[in-house]
């Protein structure tokens, strides 16, 4: 599914107007983002949990040239899934 077959399927089931619907998606995506940039988190019960995990500082190589590079650290978004969503698939 893609971004436009959501907005089609949140459109039918809220019995919305797709242009509406894609607002709404466009919102809820963004207060996401902007809740984990800063460091927080966003839980959506029965859904999951969206939050900020952190990578450490580490060596890796070039595969061209097969030099050693540092790779900085990094914080990542990562999601952990609600009970309601892995009943739903089992």
């Known amino acids: 599914m893609n971004k436009s077959e959501l907005i089609d ?10 242009a509406a619907a894609g607002r ?22 029965g859904f999951g949990t969206f939050h900020v995990g952190k990578r450490a500082a580490r060596s890796g190589r070039n595969p061209r040239t097969g030099a ?4 900085k650290s990094a914080a990542i978004p990562k999601f952990r899934p609600g009970k309601a969503l892995k009943d739903a698939l089992n």
């Not at 399927?9 to 919305?16: D, F, G, K, R, V």
């Not at 050693?68 to 790779?71: A, C, D, E, L």
Request: glycine share 6%; aromatic share 0%; net charge positive.
């Open 9 to 18: 399927q949140i459109a039918a089931e809220a019995e919305m107007s797709k």
């Open 24 to 45: 709404a998606l466009d919102a809820a995506v963004a207060a996401v983002k902007q809740t984990l940039k800063k460091g927080g988190t966003v839980t959506l019960v």
């Open 68 to 71: 050693t590079i540092k790779i």
